[in-house]
C-alpha cells in the first residue's frame, strides 16, 4: 500500500494543519472510486409504510451521547459537532436518538469516525436502520461493488461534477432527491478524502427557520399550496455532458408536494422548496410561480443567519435530516485536487403537509416582531 503523508499546501504557513494523502498520488481509498456504466438500470423502490425511528426515542439521549466529550453547535438555528461518539458503535436505541437529535438540530457531525473503515454492508446496515436506500439514476457507485452508495468524487482524472456546473455556479441550494414520491430522511456521508488545504465544505440550511423568518400572514399563503419536483435538469445535464458514456439508470422522476411540510417526529413545520429541483407551484400561472418562487430561493440562499458551513476532515460523517434542511457544495478548493465522499440515503414518508391555521397566534408569540410593531 502506498505510503501516507501529510502535504504541506503551497503557500501557507508552516503550522498550518494540513491533511493525508498517498505520497503517490493514488486515492486514499481506492475501493471507493467512481465505477460508471451506461447500462446498468435498478428498479424503483415504490411506495412503502415509513415508520420515523426517531418516534421511538428516549429526548434524554441516554444511548446516543453516554460517551460524548462535547457538542458544540455551529449555529444557533442548525448544525451541532458531537465529539466522542462513534457511530459504528450505536446500538439500535442509540441510532433512534440520532434521528430524533438530526431532526431537532438538522445537520449533525462527527469528526474522528471508523465508519469509513467497516466495509460497505455494515455502513448499509446502520443506515438502513432510517429507511429503505435510495440508488441514484445517474451519479456513480463503488469500483467494487454496493449500487446504494453514492460515489462523490472531484479530481483531475474524473471532471464529471465540475463539467455538469460549467458556465453555472456550484452554488445550489437543494434538498437531495425531492421529486421521489418518498423522499430522503436522515442521510449520511462519509468523507473518505479531503483537498489538502481547505475548502469543500457542504452549507447546510434550515428549513424550518425558513419558514419561521417569515411572516406569518405569509406563512399561511404558503400552507396548503403544493409545488411540482422534477429531475428533468440533472438527466439532461447528464445526457448532454457524457453522451454515449452518459448513465441512466431510471427515468425522470415527478412528484408534487406540499409547500411546507410538517416532521413527522418533531411536529416542526418547515418550507419544502428547493431552487434545484422545484419547478412550480401547482394551480399558479408560470408568471405567479416563478415570482413566489423566485422569492423563496432568494430567501433560503441569502439568509446566512440560518446557515452553517460543515468542515470536512477524512473520516468526518455529517448525518443531516433533508426534511428540515437545504444544503449546496461548495467546489472552492483547488481545480485538480481530490475529494472523495460517499452518501447513503435513506427514503423515509411521503412529506406530510402542513394544515393552514386560521388564528395559531405566531406574531404575538414572536418577541422581536412584537417588539417592532410587526404585528
Not at 481506492?30 to 424503483?44: G, N
Not at 468523507?191 to 465544505?201: R, V
Not at 438527466?235 to 416532521?263: I, W, Y
Request: glycine share 8%; hydrophobic share 35%.
Amino acid at each position: 500500500m502506498p505510503s501516507i503523508v501529510a502535504l504541506q499546501p503551497t503557500g501557507v504557513l508552516p503550522k498550518t494543519a494540513i491533511r493525508e494523502k498517498n505520497e503517490d498520488g493514488t486515492p486514499l481509498f481506492p475501493d471507493y472510486m467512481p465505477f460508471y456504466d451506461p447500462l446498468e438500470k435498478v428498479e424503483d423502490i415504490g411506495t412503502f409504510e415509513h415508520k420515523d425511528p426517531g418516534l421511538r426515542a428516549d429526548p434524554t439521549f441516554p444511548n446516543l451521547l453516554k460517551d460524548a466529550t462535547k457538542m458544540s453547535d455551529l449555529s444557533p438555528h442548525v448544525g451541532t459537532e458531537i465529539e466522542g461518539v462513534q457511530l459504528s458503535q450505536l446500538s439500535p436505541a442509540g441510532l433512534d436518538e440520532l434521528a430524533l437529535l438530526a431532526a431537532q438540530r438538522g445537520a449533525l457531525v462527527f469528526h474522528g469516525q471508523d465508519f469509513r473503515d467497516i466495509g460497505f454492508e455494515a455502513q448499509k446496515k446502520i443506515v438502513s436502520h432510517f429507511g429503505p436506500l435510495h440508488v441514484h439514476g445517474w451519479a456513480p457507485h463503488p469500483a467494487a461493488g454496493s449500487a446504494e452508495h453514492m460515489i462523490i468524487y472531484d479530481h483531475k482524472d474524473d471532471l464529471r461534477v465540475r463539467r455538469s456546473w460549467k458556465g453555472r455556479s456550484p452554488i445550489q441550494w437543494h434538498t437531495d432527491q425531492s421529486p421521489e414520491v418518498q423522499p430522503p430522511g436522515t442521510t449520511f456521508i462519509g468523507m473518505l478524502e479531503t483537498p489538502s488545504g481547505a475548502g469543500g465544505d457542504t452549507l447546510v440550511s434550515s428549513s424550518v427557520q425558513a419558514f419561521k423568518a417569515l411572516s406569518p400572514r405569509f406563512r399561511k399563503r404558503l400552507e396548503g399550496l403544493t409545488a411540482l419536483h422534477s429531475n428533468n435538469d440533472g438527466f439532461t445535464q447528464e445526457l448532454k455532458n457524457n453522451g454515449s458514456d452518459a448513465v441512466m439508470r431510471r427515468q425522470e422522476l415527478t412528484a408534487e408536494h406540499p409547500v411546507v411540510r410538517v416532521h413527522p417526529v418533531t411536529g416542526e413545520k418547515s418550507l419544502y422548496v428547493n431552487p434545484v429541483y422545484t419547478k412550480r407551484i401547482i394551480g399558479y400561472d408560470q408568471e405567479e410561480s416563478d415570482y413566489l418562487l423566485g422569492f423563496l430561493f432568494d430567501h433560503i440562499a441569502k439568509r446566512a443567519d440560518f446557515q452553517c458551513r460543515i468542515r470536512y476532515e477524512a473520516g468526518t460523517v455529517l448525518v443531516w435530516d433533508q426534511r428540515v434542511t437545504n444544503h449546496s457544495q461548495s467546489l472552492d478548493y483547488d481545480a485538480g485536487e481530490r475529494r472523495h465522499a460517499f452518501r447513503l440515503t435513506p427514503l423515509a414518508e411521503k412529506p406530510i403537509p402542513s394544515m393552514i391555521e386560521e388564528d395559531d397566534g405566531e406574531c404575538q408569540k414572536d418577541v422581536g416582531r412584537v417588539s417592532l410593531g410587526l404585528c
